[in-house]
């Protein structure tokens, strides 16, 4: 499970058992922000929630009494910020390594919560503890546990005149490794214990600077 206060609060009240990871389906998209000199400097990360889990956050809430899929102007001041209060030690499912070392980011700030069509979305930036060349920085969002399944599918935006590659997971070699490591757990330890599997269903951002 996500290792987020609030935002998974509400997530208790769906239906688990071991083999339905993941719970929660996040779209994400992704802005790269790099300065004119090729040093990346943050990233800014959008996160749609599924129509099920942002119904979940409603209810846990008292929000869209009316159930619409859409909130007033005071409901949506209210829901501002909910999924920014991480536990200590959360790294924010967002990951940056360079030559295999990794790159600190620095807490997140919240930039827009917004509601349409029944989802919540929401983006936040966060900045470079220190900043790094960018070329050949490689960025992974997500969920280690696979409670959480985030998808690239809101596109990627790199600025300073880098680019992003993304590459997509081997959901055949992923689906084999939980496989493999489920079958070696005790029966009935699947879900208190799920193998941390998330990295290989991630989708692989590595960014290129000059030619």
Request: hydrophobic content about 45%; charged content about 20%; some cysteine.
């Amino acid at each position: 499970m996500k290792r987020i206060v609030p935002l998974l609060a509400a997530a208790v009240l769906a239906p688990q058992d071991a083999g339905s990871h993941p719970h929660i389906f996040v779209d994400t998209a992704m802005k790269v922000i790099v300065s004119d000199t090729g040093q990346l400097e943050a990233v800014e990360i959008t996160w749609a929630y599924d129509e099920f889990y942002s119904l979940l956050i409603f209810e846990d809430r008292g929000l869209d009494g009316d159930f619409d899929g859409a909130l007033t102007a005071a409901e949506l001041a209210k829901l501002q910020g909910f999924d920014m209060a991480w536990t200590e030690g959360f790294q924010g499912d967002t990951y940056l390594t360079r030559a295999g070392e990794a790159l600190a980011l620095g807490a997140p700030v919240h930039l827009a919560t917004e509601v349409a069509d029944g989802r919540i979305t929401t983006r936040h930036r966060r900045v470079l503890a220190e900043p790094q060349a960018a070329d050949g920085v490689v960025i992974k969002a997500f969920d280690p546990t696979y409670y959480t399944a985030y998808t690239l599918t809101g596109g990627l935006e790199v600025t300073g005149g880098c680019t992003g590659e993304v590459t997509p997971p081997n959901l055949d070699a992923a689906y084999t490794k939980v496989e493999e490591l489920l079958y070696a757990m005790p029966a009935g330890q699947a879900e208190e214990a799920y193998p941390e599997v998330g990295e290989a269903f991630a989708d692989t951002v590595r960014l290129s600077c000059g030619a």
